[in-house]
């Protein structure tokens, strides 16, 4: 079965430390993966997606990067974290039942302080 | 641009209404419509999936309708309980691809 893996769960930064986010993704052959951000008061956005290894397209401008090192991994990073970066960040996969249904992981929360 | 607004943004009911979610779209050119269940802190939970040639989908207590000329779907849960309280989210793709648009979320509690 299909599964997201994401970590860490919660996390609390200083302003202008760095960010990493990791996604790990089993039980699809579905290669596109999806971060999405929940801000306060601001519900879900688009923020990267990812049709293979080394190939990421940005929907938003924004302090943040991603990368796809390996096909079931993708990561979300930041040299220098903003007060606004704060938010809950989830990784998706497509089930591959229907086009635009997303399986989504547990998320990762971020605060920075 | 796609815009999804779910109307009302709370929602409190004593456990056994029957209640209505409201969700509405600005681009009726939809492949299809998701409904997703978030409970506090967690990810998001799939709860139903309404094609664009469908109008209505339901598993168990819950029944999703689709209008696409009117750019509506409404969630109905019937008989509700406790354990229903959660945010409800509905969303639609916006390409051929599955990168989704997200309504503003309705926030349901229901009182035992």
């Known amino acids: 079965s299909q599964t997201i893996h994401q970590w860490p769960a919660t996390l609390v930064q200083p302003v202008g430390s760095p960010l990493s986010l990791e996604c790990t993704v089993e039980g699809t052959s579905n290669p596109n993966l999806y971060w999405y951000r929940q801000a306060a008061g601001r519900g879900l956005q688009l923020l990267f997606y990812s049709v293979g290894i080394g190939q990421i397209s940005s929907e938003v401008p924004q302090n943040l990067s991603a990368s796809r090192p390996q096909d079931r991994q993708f990561i979300l990073s930041s040299k220098k974290l903003l007060l606004s970066d704060s938010g809950f960040y989830l990784c998706?996969?497509?089930?591959?039942?229907?086009?635009?249904?997303?399986?989504f992981g547990e998320g990762s929360r971020l605060t920075v302080l | 641009k796609q815009e999804v607004t779910q109307i009302p943004a709370a929602l409190s009911v004593p456990e056994g209404e029957n209640l209505v979610l409201n969700c509405s779209f600005t681009d009726s050119a939809i492949y299809n419509l998701q409904w997703f269940r978030q409970d506090p802190g967690k990810g998001l939970t799939s709860l139903l999936l309404i094609q664009s040639s469908q109008r209505e989908q339901t598993s168990g207590r819950l029944n999703a309708s689709l209008d696409k000329s009117s750019g509506r779907s409404t969630l109905y849960i019937a008989a509700s309980q406790p354990g229903d309280s959660a945010t409800y989210l509905c969303?639609?793709?916006?390409?051929?691809?599955?990168?989704?648009?997200f309504g503003g979320g309705t926030r349901l509690m229901v009182k035992p």
């Open positions: 969303a639609v793709p916006y390409n051929a691809g599955n990168m989704l648009t």
């Open positions: 998706a996969s497509p089930t591959g039942r229907a086009p635009g249904e997303l399986f």
